[in-house]
């Protein structure tokens, strides 16, 4: 009997969510050394993947299939396959490294915080792993919940509002995708919610668009894309540290995901159709995204900013269909994941010493801080995308795969890298350089070990998939291979 790694993966947080609430809330530090346990065992049992996962096919892997409500097909079916098995590593990894950067900024109701963070693990995986589209749904509004409490609770001064906008937005398009959801089980008489199953079936193509822009409607929300992007610097900006990371590394990837799991699959068609719209959405994001980031005054809502035109590269890259971008486009998504995560990370750090986030407050910290200065410089070079660094390779092949469908795609995406230097080096610029005339700038602390070693994980990973992206970028080709084929199909076939 193979081991059921997946159900072990999902198990694991809520049986630690259970202990943590069985623990002495009068305990911080025995709080915070379980929630740092938790997520390491985590993160150990998920490498099971990397060193299991068979590269040479297509097929989803790791599979674990049990009824659950067999009248209406429903089943607790899961598995990986050379794509999402990454975006799972990257949210166990990243959740090794929220956790403990919340130690020295939450200290109230610290239970309910970790717990909150486990359910929410749990679900983020679920959505990665779900191969039955109703399971999927479940874990898919699962996430929403603990992560608006993190914000409504531990944000800042407009955690409420962000918290409730997070909600209204994200809860709106799903509910048209669970709409969807029961249409596409009774229109292609399947009578099952079984994706592998469902994917098998012709939808027929009166409904294919309606369906697939239901479906794209939800995802585009949570990706974001222009113009629906609104909720998302409010919900940066008001969350936690930990939660900013999570949101911005993970959460933004079930949207994306969603896109290459269910509308390329299920309908095709539609996706070919509906492609041209959604490559100029996704390139006036980029452009729209970079633009905003380079005026905005708040640090942190000048990484939210960004993380909408990066977001704009990686739906570029799944709709051109194209071998090289698709592949860009989830290498991407890992990208995307460490380096905006880590850009959330240091703002978090440097809110911390000098509570406030407004660039002009700073100035000369490079003088000051120079370890945590050496760190931010290193993160943003690689979110513009430099040569030897993990973000330049996921956005050449992008563009790469772009041209080959259309020039002119390329051409305009291209402005946003250009923009991206451009306000990425203007903040470092006017944080870290020049002369510190702020006195409360004077004596901020450097990095204490515990951040000197969360920055170099982060660093490290940046680092090793600038010079070897193969080690992503291999495992997944059988997987986008397949995937094309079956778009490539039903374009000829329209």
């Known amino acids: 009997m193979s081991l059921p790694i997946l159900s072990l993966l999902i198990g694991l947080p809520f049986v630690a969510a259970v202990i943590m609430a069985l623990l002495p809330r009068g305990n911080p530090s025995l709080l915070k050394g379980w929630a740092l346990a938790a997520v390491a065992l985590e993160f150990l049992l998920s490498l099971y993947l990397l060193f299991n996962l068979d590269h040479d096919t297509s097929a989803m ?6 009824a659950w409500i067999p009248q209406f097909g429903i089943s607790y079916t899961v598995g990986v396959d050379g794509l999402s098995f990454w975006l799972v590593l990257l949210t166990t990894f990243l959740m090794l490294i929220a956790i403990p950067a919340s130690f020295s900024e939450i200290n109230e109701r610290l239970k309910e915080y970790f717990i909150y963070f486990f359910i929410l693990e749990a679900a983020m995986l679920g959505v990665f792993m779900a191969l039955d589209v109703f399971l999927f749904y479940v874990f898919w509004e699962f996430s929403l919940i603990p992560m608006a409490l993190i914000i409504g609770i531990w944000g800042h001064e407009r955690r409420i509002y962000a918290a409730i906008k997070f909600v209204l937005f994200t809860m709106s398009g799903s509910l048209l995708m669970l709409v969807a959801i029961l249409a596409l089980y009774f229109v292609t008489g399947a009578r099952t919610f079984n994706l592998l199953e469902l994917q098998k079936m012709v939808t027929p193509a009166s409904i294919q668009p309606w369906l697939f822009a239901a479906f794209a409607l939800a995802f585009a929300i949570k990706v974001p894309m222009f113009p629906l992007h609104t909720w998302l610097p409010d919900a940066h900006v008001q969350a936690p540290t930990a939660g900013s990371i999570i949101l ?3 959460l933004l990837k079930l949207g994306a995901y969603g896109f290459i799991r269910y509308n390329l699959t299920l309908f095709p068609e539609a996706s070919r159709e509906f492609a041209p719209v959604l490559i100029v959405l996704a390139i006036i994001g980029i452009i729209y995204g970079a633009m905003v980031a380079a005026i905005q005054k708040d640090l942190k809502s000048l990484v939210a900013y960004s993380s909408v035109s990066h977001m704009g590269f990686i739906i570029l890259g799944i709709f051109v269909f194209s071998q090289q971008a ?6 991407q998504m890992v990208n995307h994941g460490l380096s905006t995560g880590a850009l959330f990370l240091i703002v978090g750090w440097l809110y911390q010493r000098r509570h406030s986030r407004l660039i002009a407050d700073f100035g000369g910290l490079q003088k000051v801080i120079p370890t945590l200065s050496f760190f931010f410089l290193l ?32 051409v305009l995406a291209a402005l946003g890298v250009i923009l991206a230097a451009i306000y990425l080096l203007w903040a470092y ?6 002369p510190v005339t702020n006195d409360a700038n ?8 515990r951040e000197f070693i969360l920055a170099l994980a982060l660093a490290a990973f940046i680092v090793l998939l600038g010079f070897f992206p193969n080690i992503v970028l291999d495992p997944m080709q059988a997987s986008i291979t397949e995937l094309l084929n079956q778009t490539t199909v039903a374009g000829l076939l329209k």
């Open 429 to 434: 610029q006017r944080v870290m350089h020049g």
């Open 248 to 250: 911005a590394g993970v």
């Open 326 to 331: 698709m592949s860009g486009a989830v290498l």
């Open 61 to 66: 892997q790791f599979v674990e299939n049990y």
């Open 442 to 449: 004077k004596k901020l602390p450097d990095l204490n070990r």
């Open 379 to 410: 993160v943003m070079f690689s979110s513009m995308g430099l040569p030897g660094l993990n973000g330049f390779i996921g956005e050449f092949l992008i563009l790469l795969g772009a041209w080959e469908t259309n020039p002119a795609y390329t």
